[in-house]
């Protein structure tokens, strides 16, 4: 890394530890990034510390339900400090038998917003509004939501980077209990080339891994010249995402390990935990429905929406996502002075796809093109189970490129993961409140 470029991680990380006191691990794998960790930080504080609609503890506790929908340990560990040491009733801690009626009432959205949002509607939302003496005010469910969508994406970015917790050397125990998927968190901080690890496990060599790198770039430069000769009709766009949207629910993701939730004592925050990311084309009897990016957007509706009721989270986040959407180095892998925008658009709009979300801008043939196979495998795992995500699929794509970059995809992923759980909730609190 460039002297440069080292000097402002440094400095970035002094700053956090001077605040916060630590330096967890999400933060140094994230200080790959700094730009990004810097707005990453800023929101995270604000919906955490600073004042809003929410006492302290309670955020805390939505975090711990929120992770706990993921069986992230990590996260929810985290928390349950956070949410004692700001003054939270220890016996909440035995489940949710223990918590307040109107915090238990957040369960059906937690679960919704986490796994299927396109089934969240008005309905839900006048539920939570108006249940007399339990109700929420909406800046305190706007709080509660941002809350929500931001620890399930960050739940995402903890398995899809293969973040450990932190060795306490007062529990002796505790770390053994929450080692769930074993990547060595030190290497992705390091960002040690993932070369060797990575080729004497798989079947390929490096001539392969190197000719897949070029074969990647060689197919960016094709469809940037036909992008420039043809325009493809509205209607063969429309079918080209209908068709990456199905196909999206057939890519397989790794078989659920048992092992894991028995192993996980966090089930104790939710509910109804066999509720997930629905496997819609084996089931068949409900599809996922297309939103219309146009008809709801981030920008022109969601972003004022959410600033309206809890004042300046839409400019934090929004910030954060420009960030990440236009965060680039101009890298791929060895190679330098690339365009990598078509890739980037790529991963963030292929998330979006998988929650049914479509740009009629957009040609989805893209991202058929773009994303081969074992990425498409491991962005639907991190983005819709992320607590399945292991180190093979980790290593299964993209083999030339560095380790920063790898975080990176995890950057796009968890960011348009979490933007996807906003607009469906703030779309539903807008037609609450129409
Ligand atoms: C995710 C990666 C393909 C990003 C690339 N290294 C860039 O700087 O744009």
Redesign the pocket.
Known sequence: MQANGLNERTNLLVEEYSTSGRLDNITQVMSLHTQYLESFLRSQFYMLRMDGPLPLPYRHYIAIMAAARHQCSYLVNMHVDEFLKTGGIAEWLNGLEYIPQRLKNLNEINKLLAHRPWLITKEHIQKLVKTGENNWSLPELVHAVVLLAHYHALASFVFGSGINPERDPDTSNGFRLIAVNKFCVCDLANDNNIENASLTSSNFGIADSLSELEALMERMKRLQEEKEEEEASQEEMATRFEKEKKESLLVVTGAFDDEMVSTSDVSRYIEDPGFGYKDFARRGEEHLPTFRAQDYTWENHGFSLVNRLYSDIGHLLDEKFRMVYN???????THED?D??M??RA?FNYVHCMFGIRYDDYDYGEVNQLLERSLKVYIKTVTCYPERTTKRMYDSY?RQ??H???V??NL?LMEARMQAELLYALRAITRHLT
């Open positions: 965060l680039t180095y101009n890298t791929m892998a690339v990598t925008t890739l980037r991963l993209w490129f560095k920063s970059e790898k990176h995809v796009l």
